[in-house]
């Protein structure tokens, strides 16, 4: 008996409890193994990534720098939504270490999705706590938050938003907490702390636009800073001290400095994820994109769905719920200053400004405003997808809906009365006009009878609302009534949607389509003609052309733009062929043929062996647009000659050509390691069919000793290396610089960190 009741008043008592246990219901089928996420990215792509790191992990490599099994070869630690360095998603994985099985793996990552939900919820409750001061307002906009239509939308199923999103109210809080102590470090380091966590998290465009609200806040906190300052006038200009300097000028060199040093440990603590990514992002199909490709955005029609959720799209990203809206604009009528502060500052214009500023720039080249961001305001060119500012349209909403609750004591009965009165005819109004120009035209995502569904029953919530608010007097009773209606609300609204009927077996057992593949691999890779998802090779070893990562190789994505196929082949060392074509343009073996609803999906085995690796004695030297001419052009013997690239650096010997032929052996000890083996070599120049990379090296034992050799980028994309004439064993290994220097960086600043805590707890105790 003492345990329950022990248990209830930590419930009660433990903000971050009470929000676990909201997600836990909200998403109740999903933890009870009764359903899982819808297929997607999730289960597609961020199940795959979990598995291999898993399985390098079991192998004792913890650092997966190399996946061979997408692309030809791609950067796995590098590529930024792998995530490697996310400290949660680790710790998750390492306390599920021992589960093995794709449906624990993806079980758990659905854990993970579950778990960031409720830290949403609760980094906002104490931003909006420290705002207002008030418990009531704190939940409210926490809960509306972890439940908005946005986090609970599409960011679950593309992991790597959500664990990105979910860190602005917790940095936004920390620096308040730094401003209000700037004499104490240990904030600043948390701030540098959690905006690193919240770029190792994986998703760049969310931190792009998570990092703006920063900087906004930061500077929003100077400005207020300033005009305090300005009001204190002669008072803070006579107050002196030793030198004849006045003290706020001291004080705001020491800001200056902890600002400095925020932005270099920040810096630091990324680095080990920024460099490697960086040096891979230059390389890709990223490093040029055009206005027509990133622009995109809400059509302007989709605001509706503030009001009415899912009856354009299938997610509501703005939706938060009709008491969340409400509460959030009458937090214009009283913007209450920060508790326990110093200054006298309106925060909740802030995000009032933060909120029409992202809305503006989630209509992408729908609106005014991004066309500007885009062309002044740096990395608004880089991503794709602008409706994603959205993420912060639903957080500060929340935010001033959580300044709303606080406001509602202060109001009389007549502005409360007012206020709702304008919703109730806003709404209906709002329902009839969508009902004829949009439901009625067919541009509706539901049916008549749906649309009518949900109208009434945002018309009844608002007749609730009323109910609550027409009467006299106000209490905490109906504050938390109406908190509790805005939660019914989005568990309505939001529950399902990402909910899928079929339960976890569908999505782990392996499609007929995949486990024929795994049969016919031999030592070539898979070409995979979007039969299957394209992650599918991390699950079952096999070595695909094809991922789904948005980055990868500029160069090795020009091979899958109108070029031929069998040269792709070819180039590619493809055995495998698994497509919609019954008659391939090479000579092949038909293995298997998947009839489906609409078309039949064949699996072929080609002739001619295409080989992982070769020995030529010619090359030449050409540009890449060259380089691909000639490639594509069969009169071009590949065989034969190699064509390097023009920013070549090593000088090469002459190559003598040779009759020899030599035996070449592959074995692959670790992804991001490949033994070659050459008997009867001549010499000349080896090419290799995985995609180069700056970090990969070349070592050889030649009279008992190491000999280096140089790795060369050659035709487009391959891995080239001048080898002199002799049986030889070589050992190529990939492992950048770039990641060497952020290990140096970001582990050094831990240890300074660490040293300086210890110090400190040392003078402390000392003292």
Do not use: C
Request: proline fraction near 5%; hydrophobic fraction near 50%; avoid cysteine.
């Amino acid at each position: 008996m003492r345990l329950l009741q022990k248990l209830r008043l930590s419930l009660f008592h433990s903000p971050l409890a009470v929000y676990f246990l909201v997600a836990a219901l909200f998403y109740a089928p999903i933890l009870l193994g009764l359903r899982t996420f819808p297929d997607g990215d999730f289960t597609h792509h961020f199940l795959p990534f979990s598995l291999f790191q898993q399985s390098e992990w079991l192998d004792g490599r913890w650092l997966p720098v190399w996946n061979p099994y997408t692309y030809g070869g791609h950067p796995f630690l590098a590529d930024i939504q792998a995530a490697v360095f996310y400290p949660v998603g680790d710790l998750l994985l390492l306390l599920t270490l021992p589960f093995t099985s794709p449906a624990a793996r993806l079980y758990f990552l659905q854990v993970e999705a579950v778990l960031h939900i409720a830290l949403a919820g609760f980094f906002t409750h104490l931003l909006v706590q420290r705002l207002t001061g008030n418990r009531q307002a704190a939940f409210t906009a926490g809960a509306f938050f972890a439940l908005s239509g946005y986090l609970t939308g599409y960011p679950p199923l593309q992991l790597a938003i959500l664990r990105t999103a979910i860190w602005l109210p917790l940095i936004l809080w920390l620096i308040l907490r730094a401003w209000d102590e700037p004499g104490h470090w240990r904030w600043w380091i948390g701030v540098a702390a959690a905006w690193a966590t919240a770029f190792l998290a994986g998703h760049p465009q969310t931190f792009l636009h998570l990092s703006y609200a920063v900087v906004g806040w930061v500077g929003w906190l100077l400005g207020m800073r300033f005009l305090t300052q300005r009001r204190r006038g002669a008072e803070a200009q006579s107050e002196k001290v030793a030198g004849g300097k006045p003290q706020f000028a001291i004080r705001n060199s020491q800001l200056a400095t902890r600002i400095f040093a925020l932005l270099l440990l920040t810096f630091a603590f990324s680095a080990v994820q920024l460099l490697p990514s960086l040096e891979f992002t230059r390389l890709s199909v990223r490093a040029s994109v055009d206005y027509a490709y990133v622009s995109g955005g809400f059509p302007v029609q989709d605001l509706w769905q503030m009001l009415f959720p899912g009856v354009l799209t299938q997610f509501s990203p703005i939706f938060i719920g009709l008491p969340g809206l409400f509460l959030a604009l009458l937090s214009l009528f009283q913007m209450r200053p920060i508790h326990h502060s110093q200054f006298a500052i309106r925060y909740s214009l802030f995000f009032f400004l933060l909120v029409l500023l992202s809305l503006g720039l989630s209509l992408g080249s729908n609106g005014f405003l991004y066309p500007l961001f885009y062309r002044f305001a740096p990395g608004w060119n880089l991503f794709r997808g602008q409706e994603r500012a959205a993420f912060l349209v639903a957080f500060g909403l929340s935010v001033l809906a959580g300044y709303g609750m606080a406001a509602l004591p202060g109001l009389s009965q007549r502005a409360r009365r007012l206020a709702v009165s304008g919703l109730v005819i806003a709404l209906a109004g709002g329902g009839l006009l969508f009902g004829l120009f949009w439901q009625r035209s067919g541009r509706g995502a539901l049916p008549n009878s749906e649309f009518l569904v949900v109208a009434l029953l945002s018309l009844l919530v608002s007749l609730l609302m009323a109910w609550l608010l027409w009467q006299k007097g106000w209490d905490t009773r109906r504050g938390w009534a109406l908190a509790g209606l805005g939660i019914a609300v989005l568990f309505w609204a939001n529950g399902g949607t990402n909910v899928d009927a079929s339960g976890p077996a569908r999505k782990t057992i392996l499609s007929p389509e995949v486990a024929a593949v795994q049969a016919a691999q031999d030592r070539g890779r898979v070409y995979n003609e979007y039969r299957v998802y394209e992650d599918y090779g991390m699950s079952i070893d096999a070595e695909d052309v094809w991922g789904s990562s948005p980055l990868r190789l500029a160069q090795y994505a020009a091979l899958f733009d109108n070029f031929p196929l069998d040269r792709m082949w070819r180039l590619l060392g493809v055995d495998t062929v698994l497509t919609w074509r019954r008659e391939l343009p090479v000579a092949s073996a038909l293995l298997a043929e998947f009839p489906q609803a609409t078309d039949t999906t064949f699996l072929h085995r080609l002739t001619e062996s295409n080989l992982r690796a070769w020995l030529v004695q010619e090359w030449q030297v050409a540009d890449d647009a060259t380089a691909l001419s000639l490639l594509a052009d069969h009169t071009f013997d590949l065989d034969k000659t190699a064509l390097l690239s023009s920013d070549i650096t090593s000088p090469l010997d002459a190559i003598i050509p040779s009759s020899h032929n030599l035996i070449i052996q592959l074995s692959r000890p670790a992804p991001n390691r490949i033994h070659i083996t050459l008997s009867d070599n001549p010499g000349g120049l080896l090419v290799l069919s995985e995609n180069w990379l700056p970090g990969w090296r070349a070592e050889s034992q030649i009279a008992n000793r190491n000999s280096q050799f140089p790795v060369l980028r050659a035709n487009l994309t391959q891995i080239a290396i001048p080898v002199p004439a002799g049986d030889l064993a070589i050992e190529l290994v990939y492992w950048p610089d770039s990641l060497t220097w952020g290990l140096a960086i970001t582990g050094g600043a831990l240890l300074l960190v660490a040293i300086a805590f210890l110090y400190r707890r040392w003078r402390k105790t000392d003292a």
